[in-house]
């Protein structure tokens, strides 16, 4: 067994889908419409047969709960790993990118954490 497919939520699709895409540089896979809304998954452009990235919409009340309060308590919603995070760091940090961690050793790993602008923190992990 393998993990193909996690999902986070978000609070507007069409802005996560800008932020996940032109920001971060994940590549859209799929953009299918689900009724009022959109099935949308993102995949790195690194591994394009990979595990998919979907940008859930937020509307049910749990959703919202659950991001709001993972939000307020500063707990990213999920990891993405890169090579150098120093470099992604600043790279990001150019596009305007808000982080609410600099990268930070712990142990033997590096961690950073920023805000996607759609409801979540993310955390980057140096590999």
């Not at 919409?57 to 890169?82: C, D, R, W």
Request: hydrophobic share 40%; with cysteine.
């Amino acid at each position: 067994m393998k993990i193909i497919v996690t999902s986070i939520f978000v609070q507007d699709q069409e802005k996560a889908l800008s932020f996940y895409s032109d920001v971060l540089g994940f590549v859209k896979k799929h953009d299918v419409p689900a009724g009022e809304f959109r099935w949308i998954s993102l995949v790195s452009p690194n591994d394009q047969a990979g595990t998919e990235l979907v940008l859930e919409p937020n509307n049910h009340p749990a959703a919202k709960e659950y991001q709001s309060k993972l939000f307020s308590e500063e707990i990213p919603v999920t990891m993405f790993g890169v090579e150098d995070i120093n470099k992604k760091y600043e790279q990001l940090v150019k596009k305007g990118v808000r982080f609410t961690m600099e990268p930070t050793t712990m142990g033997e790993i590096t961690i950073a954490v920023f805000d996607d602008t759609c409801g979540n923190l993310i955390q980057i992990v140096e590999q």
